[in-house]
């Protein structure tokens, strides 16, 4: 990655400082309670922005820790079917992502939930990168994940969001070689997302066995919260990331939600009934941890 602009605010930052805030202290209050994290994924505007607020403002009502509201984009490689028809849906729409900007702003009216913006990096470049930083810390953001910016290239990236305050949240998948996983945590803020399996997103029936050890590498490289994504849908999940992670990343479960909804109000109530469930696992299973060693 390599704009002017970019290297013009990143030279005038200086020394970038620790980005942190909101999604730091959930993640502490959730750790000395010992209890796992439900991150919810919600496309924006799918069916529309104002429903959207609705459907988010639900969630966390019903339990949801940390919200990202996904981007929609017009070539999203990474989603699998259920994600990539709510974003066909959010463009049809209108949405845009300064429309999504606004709709941080309008949330933070509400919640002091953390706010993750989930977003493929070319509507950022499109919009510009210095205005998207800017904008999106004064709505009231409190993280980016770039899924197709890659670690290599972010150093300038990290350094502008971070002197904005901007958590920056990098993926982790299966196939990451331990020198990798090592760039990726030192690049990251505020939570690293574990991808569960290869491929795309998706509900599944049961976690590949590899995931303990993936994520016991992962420990040997940073002490940032784990989130795992990528197929969560039940309660069971919930149970078995209680002992590997720090939080479930719940997405296209909840999409699916909407899409079947005859109306925002039916979508907003799945939503938040499929949310209570998932927390009730986290908060009353055995995903439940001890504080100490937790």
């Known amino acids: 990655m390599s704009d002017p602009a970019i290297s013009k605010v990143a030279a005038e930052a200086g020394k970038e400082p620790a980005a942190g805030g909101r999604i730091s202290r959930k993640f502490s209050e959730l750790g000395a309670r010992g209890e ?42 990474a989603d699998g079917p259920t994600i990539q028809r709510a974003g066909d ?27 993750v ?41 990290r350094t502008v969001m971070h002197s904005n305050g901007l958590d920056t949240i990098f993926l982790v998948a299966p196939t990451s070689t331990d020198p990798r996983i090592e760039k990726i945590a030192r ?13 795309v997103t998706g509900a599944r029936e049961a976690f590949p066995p590899e995931l303990p050890g993936l994520a016991r590498r992962i420990r040997r490289f940073t002490t940032l919260p784990i989130a795992v994504g ?26 699916a939600e909407i899409e079947k909804a005859a109306s925002p109000e039916a979508a907003a109530k799945a939503v938040a009934e499929r949310t209570r469930v998932l927390k009730r696992a986290a908060r009353e ?10």
């Open 230 to 255: 990528f197929g969560i849908s039940l309660p069971t999940h919930v149970t078995v990331l209680g002992g590997i992670a720090d939080a479930a990343v719940v997405g296209s479960a909840l999409v």
């Open 285 to 294: 299973g055995v995903s439940r941890r001890g504080v100490e060693g937790s």
């Open 117 to 157: 913006l989930f977003s493929y990096f070319n509507p950022i470049l499109q919009m510009g990168f210095e205005r998207f930083v800017e904008a999106a810390a004064a709505a009231g953001a409190d993280g980016v994940l770039a899924t197709d910016l890659a670690v290599e290239e972010a150093d300038e990236y």
């Open 36 to 77: 796992l994290g439900i991150v919810t994924y919600i496309t924006a505007g799918d069916p529309s922005l104002d429903a959207t607020e609705r459907i988010v403002l639900a969630a966390v009502e019903a339990g949801a820790d940390v919200v990202e509201l996904g981007v929609p984009f017009s070539d999203p490689v």
């Open 187 to 199: 690049a990251s803020s505020g939570f690293l997302y574990l991808i569960s399996r290869a491929g």
């Open 89 to 115: 849906r959010a463009l049809r729409a209108g949405t845009t992502l300064t429309g999504v900007i606004d709709l941080v702003r309008r949330l933070r009216l509400k919640s002091d939930v953390p706010l």
